[in-house]
T-cell receptor, first 114, second 116 residues
Framework: DQQVKQNSPSLSVQEGRISILNCDYT??????FLWYKKYPAEGPTFLIS?????DKNEDGRFTVFLNKSAKHLSLHIVPSQPGDSAVYFC?????????????FGTGTRLKVLA | DTGVSQDPRHKITKRGQNVTFRCDPI?????LYWYRQTLGQGPEFLTY????????KSRLLSDRFSAERPKGSFSTLEIQRTEQGDSAMYLC??????????????FGPGTRLTVL
């Protein structure tokens, strides 16, 4: 049962344009969401997060949008740069009896073309 | 302290051998997580510690897997009698649990295990 889904395995975008990466989830109890970037042979690097009480969080070129009614979040990268080429994972967290656990999606490979 | 470190970065072993991985978290972080990642998948939760206490283990973690975090600092993950299906990237992450918030997890570079 994949509770966090990234339905696009790959995405290609021209340098300077906007990259939009999407993530859907099924568990309405998720209350904290994160995006990670992963280069080959490295661990995931934290990018940006959003709490379920917000619908938008912005950090430089990265903005995350959360639509709770649709159980959907997206990561916008503007402008896209070749160095952004990586695999992007979304993750969702839920608290259960004091335990916080993160569930990751399967990732979207972004390729930014120069 | 520059981040989470893991050792070794790569491990090749023969089926049936035991292997042990080490993770050193960010020093002030009280939570430590182990994940496994296979090709085309996101990280899958294995287990986590709050300080030295192991609070949860995934069903993915068979009896051949054991993890420890003595003194609430570094952690080790041991796999006994390795199988080819254990081949994966093993990731460690740490976070600081504060009241009412899960904290951001920071990952190490991972240990890539290949079982021949």
């Amino acid at each position: 049962d994949q509770q966090v889904k990234q339905n696009s395995p790959s995405l290609s975008v021209q340098e300077g344009r906007i990259s939009i990466l999407n993530c859907d989830y099924t568990n309405s109890m998720f209350d904290y969401f994160l995006w990670y970037k992963k280069y080959p042979a490295e661990g995931p690097t934290f990018l940006i997060s959003i709490s379920s009480i917000k619908d938008k969080n912005e950090d430089g070129r990265f903005t995350v949008f959360l639509n709770k009614s649709a159980k959907h979040l997206s990561l916008h990268i503007v402008p896209s740069q070749p160095g952004d080429s990586a695999v992007y994972f979304c993750a969702a967290s839920v608290e259960d009896s004091g335990t916080y656990k993160y569930i990751f999606g399967t990732g979207t490979r972004l390729k930014v073309l120069a | 302290d520059t981040g989470v470190s893991q050792d070794p970065r790569h491990k090749i072993t023969k089926r049936g051998q035991n292997v042990t991985f080490r993770c050193d978290p960010i020093s002030e972080h009280n939570r430590l997580y182990w994940y496994r990642q296979t090709l085309g998948q996101g990280p899958e939760f294995l287990t986590y510690f709050q300080n030295e206490a192991q609070l949860e283990k995934s069903r993915l973690l068979s009896d051949r897997f054991s993890a420890e975090r003595p003194k609430g600092s570094f952690s080790t993950l041991e796999i006994q009698r390795t199988e080819q299906g254990d081949s994966a990237m093993y990731l460690c992450a740490s976070s600081l649990l504060t009241s009412g918030a899960p904290g951001t997890q920071y990952f190490g570079p991972g240990t890539r295990l290949t079982v021949l």
